[in-house]
Nanobody
Framework: QVQLVESGGGLVQAGGSLTLSCAAS????????MGWYRQAPGKQRDLVAS???????NYADSAKGRFTISRDNAKNTVYLQMSSLKPEDTAVYYC?????????WGQGTQVTVSS
């Protein structure tokens, strides 16, 4: 059973930075594309950024220029560096495959940006 564990969230003032981590365990095979998703209260869960196994990245318009996704394949870990954070970035952040397969969601990590 694959398990995803997100960490690194917290409370930060607008303009601040955070780095999120996502560790995947229980998978015996390399996964091509991983992504960070976020879900704000009352809203759907959206893809924020993705990265292929080779390091090619894609970002939602809201993340471009402010977020950087990276991965360490040897450690089965994906990162999301977030800077110039805005109150509208407040959400629970999750990682998972892109596109979604049958990996269960982790517990996510809460990011709260105060104005």
């Amino acid at each position: 059973q694959v398990q995803l564990v997100e960490s690194g969230g917290g409370l930060v003032q607008a303009g601040g930075s955070l780095t999120l981590s996502c560790a995947a365990s229980g998978n015996r095979y390399g996964i091509n594309t991983m992504g960070w998703y976020r879900q704000a209260p009352g809203k759907q869960r959206d893809l924020v950024a993705s990265i292929t196994r080779g390091g090619n990245t894609n970002y939602a318009d809201s993340a471009k220029g402010r977020f950087t996704i990276s991965r360490d394949n040897a450690k089965n870990t994906v990162y999301l560096q977030m800077s110039s954070l805005k109150p509208e970035d407040t959400a629970v952040y999750y990682c998972n495959t892109v596109p979604r397969i049958n990996w269960p969601w982790g517990q996510g990590t809460q990011v709260t940006v105060s104005s």
